[in-house]
């Protein structure tokens, strides 16, 4: 474990575009799906992860358009902050406990900080080319950090100070995280093909996958306490990986998983939905999978590629589900939601 403490932390006013109003574009897809879609006005933008303010609004980011997004769904305003560094490649998206919204730059090698004004406050990690990736906020008010590059978590204080945390398995390649009911930031090893689990003190365990080439990418918690994941399929990150899977994880270790019910583009995203099933985006799919085990996929639109989605619940215990699941689309520079009673 090595511990550094920032002593630089850029912060800047972003610079704000004048907000936009984006109408509300209603569709019904091929599947039977209600979508309402926001266009977002910078072009290929790319649209990546999305999460839930305090007060139900939307923040995503934009991976291609070096930016954070917000959306007020209810008056149509949209407002866009670019970053301070140019290429930062913002990724992963987050509700901290301090209510602002925390992300992963994964090519500045940097954590962000956006307020509800839009002010940005970054922070270095110190382990150059970490590649950070996934975020989520921990049951002890941090926000934890998986670093792709390095086989490493980070633990980001509300403060800005930074530990790092060295995981057992070298090159392991930690795609997601989440926070476990059981208090523990539970990850998935992409390269190692292991789920694992690191408590708050930094004891770590991890659990291997019956089948090489799994490919364990993003998680999230159910209302039992059990973590999902995905198994991805396909070339990605230099690997090519033959997942095609769902998983299902509990506390105490005992694995289930589950075959996607056809061959095609890799999942990509997964998150509780606000029927307290598991959801997932796939090509212009999303996908539902019951506490069972049974998977049912609804195409979403003719063209499109899902990405990020949330209900509220972001990686982390389901206290705050709302009636709409977003997505966003990268293909066509959107974000939507459908509505689940």
Do not use: C
């Not at 925390?102 to 110190?126: C, K, M, Q, Y």
């Amino acid at each position: 474990m090595s511990r550094a403490v920032i002593t630089t932390i850029v912060t800047a006013m972003a610079l704000l575009l004048s907000p936009a109003v984006t109408s509300a574009q209603a569709a019904r897809s091929a599947a039977g799906l209600e979508v309402t879609w926001f266009a977002i006005p910078p072009p290929a933008s790319g649209p990546t992860t999305l999460a839930l303010g305090n007060d139900d609004t939307v923040w995503f980011t934009l991976g291609s358009g070096n930016a954070i997004g917000h959306l007020d769904a209810a008056s149509g305003s949209m407002r866009i902050f670019p970053l301070p560094h140019p290429d930062s490649g913002p990724r992963v998206i987050s509700l901290g406990s301090d209510g602002a919204l925390w992300f992963s730059e994964h090519e500045g090698n940097r954590i962000g900080r956006i307020t509800a004004d839009g002010t940005v406050s970054e922070f270095p990690l110190p382990t150059p080319g970490s590649q950070p990736r996934a975020v989520a906020l921990g049951a002890d008010s941090n926000i934890w950090v998986g670093l792709f590059g390095v086989s490493m978590l980070a633990r980001i204080t509300p403060d800005g100070i930074i530990t790092e945390f060295s995981l057992p398995t070298a090159d392991s390649g930690p795609r997601a995280i989440a926070a476990g009911a059981d208090g523990a930031i539970w990850y998935s090893a992409f390269r190692a093909d292991r789920i694992g689990r690191i408590a708050t003190s930094g004891e770590v365990t991890e659990f291997p996958l019956p089948q090489p080439g799994s490919g364990p990418g993003d998680m999230t918690v159910d209302g039992d306490g059990n973590i999902w994941f995905l198994q991805l399929a396909g070339e990605m990150d230099g690997r090519r990986v033959t997942g095609n899977r769902i998983g299902r994880i509990t506390p105490a270790g005992a694995l289930r998983e589950y075959t996607l019910p056809t061959a095609g583009p890799s999942p990509i995203n997964i998150a509780m939905g606000p029927d307290r099933n598991i959801w997932y985006t796939r090509g212009n799919r999303l996908g539902r999978v019951t506490p069972a085990g049974e998977i049912t996929e609804f195409e979403v639109a003719k063209r499109a590629f899902t990405v990020g989605l949330t209900a509220g619940s972001d990686r982390q215990p389901p206290q705050r589900l709302r009636d709409r699941l977003w997505f966003t689309d990268v293909l066509n520079n959107r974000i939507g939601f459908i509505r689940i009673d």
